[in-house]
């Protein structure tokens, strides 16, 4: 499995493996292990909605200790960042996706995606894919990523929640 799979795999059914929107909080730690919270759930307790759990470049946003968010973070120029249950050996692959290849590889697997308008603006561009509801955002590199194509639009993060 490669880094693409994952991400049209991801942004074709809107789950990531066994991880998926709504599960529990606790399924997913046994699954990926403790993550890392974000410091207001430190500091205000777990009862605390709507901040991250880490695993490297995957975060779960938890509502009422359930999952209302899945997102995968790239760093274009870098290795990708990912649990093994997410993506097997992740930093032997290359955390650089333009924005044609992705809409390309879901163009091959018969993945209807639009552009979506409210995260479309200055230098960066989203699309949304139908039925899973899973927002690509793309963005130019920024001064600190090395990459060859710098006037293209690189994939940023590509995230999933419920309302």
């Known amino acids: 499995m490669t880094l693409m799979d994952v991400l049209v795999d991801f942004a074709r059914t809107g789950r990531l493996g066994p991880l998926h929107c709504g599960m529990p909080l606790a399924e997913a730690e046994t699954l990926l292990g403790p993550g890392r919270p974000h410091p207001a759930v430190l500091m205000k307790g777990p009862d605390v909605d709507g901040y991250p759990y880490a695993w490297g470049g995957l975060r779960l946003v938890v509502t009422r200790r359930a999952v209302s968010g899945v997102w995968i973070t790239?760093?274009?120029?870098?290795?990708?960042?990912?649990?093994?249950?997410?993506?097997?050996?992740?930093?032997?692959?290359?955390?650089?996706?333009?924005?044609?290849?992705?809409?390309?590889?879901?163009?091959?697997?018969?993945?209807?995606?639009?552009?979506?308008?409210?995260?479309?603006?200055?230098?960066?561009?989203?699309?949304?894919?139908?039925?899973?509801?899973?927002?690509a955002v793309f963005s130019l590199p920024g001064r600190d990523e090395f990459v060859p194509h710098r006037d293209r639009h690189h994939l940023h993060d590509l995230h999933r929640h419920t309302a």
């Open 74 to 135: 790239l760093r274009p120029g870098s290795a990708a960042n990912l649990p093994p249950l997410v993506l097997p050996d992740a930093g032997e692959y290359e955390a650089t996706v333009l924005r044609e290849e992705l809409t390309t590889a879901l163009d091959n697997v018969g993945c209807h995606h639009e552009i979506d308008p409210v995260l479309t603006f200055d230098e960066q561009s989203s699309i949304r894919t139908r039925p899973a509801d899973v927002c």
